[in-house]
């Protein structure tokens, strides 16, 4: 069986994938059908409950709820999912070289990830995100640039693994140099390791967008994410207004138990792969 027959022999990563493909058809299809106005405000509308004109009510500014969790979730899974690329990228080269080199600059380059283990990244964002102007493109950067130290562990320790392969040897032999090793060899063979831990990466993403858009430090109005969304409804809380909040929590919820759900199965098909 391939890895993807033995992955969608897995319920839940079926139904991860399923509701997946439903957020982002909802998040980048959805405005498609359901046009409104995500520019200007319109105080006059402002908190509506919902009803015909907006199925969803209008948040403080006028504008559609459910238009504006499309708009949001866009940007929280593009930014999500660029920053869960850059992550895996920067931590499967640092790993792989670490792993595959040894010697001091295994210990250097290691120390240098367990000193980054020990900051907590959400305060390095918060940090960050007062230094800097927040954008989609700055966000992504920078949550990739904090969350890429436990993915450069896993692939250290596929990578010590993967050296002491018969193959890695004799191609160390035939004088190989380092670069094509690591990445014409190493990193190709832990391409398991890799897309799991990419996928899990963007989960942790997209809530740390949420996280820093919570605190008041993400994408400037008028664009918005989920986070935003849930910083703005909780002002309005004790006055009823459950339009506001549930549905962007809803979605976060839903979209990191669908990238989860995924990631837990791509796990389990590279798991038996590996096994044999």
């Not at 405005?31 to 319109?42: E, K, V």
């Not at 459910?66 to 999912?81: F, N």
Request: hydrophobic fraction near 55%; include cysteine.
């Amino acid at each position: 069986m391939t890895v993807l027959s033995r992955l969608f022999a897995r319920k839940s990563a079926v139904a991860g994938a399923v509701l997946l493909l439903l957020v982002v058809a909802f998040c980048f299809l959805g405005p498609l059908f359901y046009g409104t106005d995500q520019s200007h405000t319109d105080l006059a509308s402002a908190r509506l409950g919902p009803v015909s004109a907006h199925l969803l009510g209008t948040d403080d500014l006028g504008y559609d709820v459910l238009g504006r969790l499309m708009v949001a979730g866009r940007t929280s899974l593009v930014i999500g999912v660029l920053a869960g690329l850059i992550a895996t990228a920067i931590g499967a080269v640092w790993g792989a070289v670490a792993g595959y080199t040894g010697g001091w600059l295994d210990t250097v380059l290691m120390r240098i990830v367990d000193t980054g283990v020990a900051i907590p990244a959400l305060f390095l964002l918060l940090v960050a995100a007062t230094l800097v102007t927040p954008s989609v493109g700055v966000l992504a950067l920078l949550i990739g640039a904090v969350s890429w130290l436990v993915p450069a562990r896993l692939m250290r320790a596929e990578t010590v693994s993967l050296r002491e392969r018969d193959y890695i040897r004799a191609i160390t032999v035939l004088g190989a140099s380092r670069t094509r090793v690591v990445f014409r060899h190493i990193i190709p063979n832990a391409i398991g390791t890799v897309v799991v831990n990419a996928t899990f990466q963007i989960a942790d993403a997209i809530l740390l967008v949420a996280y820093v858009s919570f605190l008041g430090l993400g994408v400037p109005a008028p664009d918005t994410d989920w986070g935003a969304m849930l910083s703005k409804g909780i002002t309005y809380t004790f006055d009823g207004a459950w339009w506001l909040i549930l549905p962007p929590g809803i979605a976060i919820v839903l979209v990191v138990c669908a990238i989860n759900f995924l990631g837990d199965g791509l796990r389990d098909a590279f798991a038996v792969k590996g096994r044999r």
